[in-house]
């Protein structure tokens, strides 16, 4: 088969959902896209954790940018699982941010709780590579002595 022919026959398979822009966010409707956006096509991407290929599919896009009012540049990054991992993830970093906040004098000499937040930030870099707390690991780090 020609490579032409496969892209066609490609695309014959995708589907497509019918896309209303007039329920786009705010911020969406004044992208140039708001006046030619016509539908969603299924958008094929791979998991930046994991690398398993995965769809964005034309029906969560319009879930997502008509009924969620996401930006309509949002990108898919993780699949589900990832997706479901990296939240409880952030759910759990910022329970320790707040016990840290919250009891601060007694958790410094807690080697426990520390060893323990520093695996998190470290598992957490695998899911946030640019976006994980520099200062924070390395005040931890220190309080645990590992220079
Ligand atoms: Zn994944």
């Not at 896009?61 to 990296?86: G, H």
């Not at 470290?122 to 994980?132: G, I, N, S, T």
Request: aromatic share 12%; net charge positive; glycine share 0%.
């Amino acid at each position: 088969m020609n490579p032409a022919m496969s892209k066609r026959a490609q695309k014959d398979q995708q589907i497509s959902v019918a896309a209303d822009p007039k329920q786009w966010s705010e911020q969406s409707k004044r992208s140039v896209a708001y006046h030619f956006k016509r539908e969603y096509v299924d958008e094929p991407y791979k998991c930046s954790r994991c690398s398993v290929a995965c769809t964005f599919t034309a029906q969560d896009q319009k879930y997502t940018f008509e009924i969620k009012k996401a930006s309509k540049d949002q990108r898919r990054k993780f699949c589900s699982t990832c997706w479901s991992e990296s939240n409880r993830m952030r759910a759990t970093l910022s329970e320790y941010d707040l016990r840290w906040t919250a009891e601060k004098s007694s958790l410094r000499a807690n080697r426990e709780f520390l060893t323990e937040w520093l695996e998190l930030f470290m598992r957490w870099k695998q899911f946030a590579p640019y976006k994980h707390d520099i200062a924070k690991i390395a005040m931890v780090r220190c309080l645990l002595k590992l220079g």
